[in-house]
């Protein structure tokens, strides 16, 4: 299993188990994690599952897919420089640990 801390907008923090290959969003929704919708469902057609990479985990979470900082500029509010769709995340190994932080709302 991988963990995934998530930390609310007002501070909360909820850590979960995740599995190797799924993306954050899908752990997140399996988890019941609010603050992450995922609306179409992983096909990167909304923002919906927008969330901050932890600066610490920012490097080893990837770079942005192509596409993704298009789908964030366009759909996404309050982006930073670690801002990632969740759905184009993908758990591994070496993310167990992982902190992405969730904006105040989602659009």
Same mark, same amino acid.
């Given at each position: ?43 990167? @057609? ?11 985990? +920012?490097?080893? #979470?990837?770079?942005? @897919?192509?596409?993704?900082?298009? @789908? ?19 758990? +591994?190994?070496?993310? #167990? ?11």
């Amino acid at each position: 299993m991988v963990k995934v801390t998530f930390i609310h907008s007002d501070g909360r923090e909820e850590t979960v188990d995740g599995r190797v290959g799924d993306s954050v969003m899908a752990t997140a929704l399996a988890n019941d994690v609010e603050g992450i919708v995922g609306e179409c469902g992983g096909s990167m @057609m909304c923002a919906t599952c927008h969330c901050y990479v932890d600066d610490g985990w +920012s490097e080893r #979470s990837g770079d942005r @897919m192509d596409g993704e900082e298009d @789908m964030l500029d366009c759909a996404a509010s309050e982006l930073r420089p670690t801002s990632r769709l969740s759905c184009q995340i993908k758990l +591994s190994e070496g993310l #167990s640990g992982l902190v992405v932080y969730l904006p105040e709302a989602q659009l």
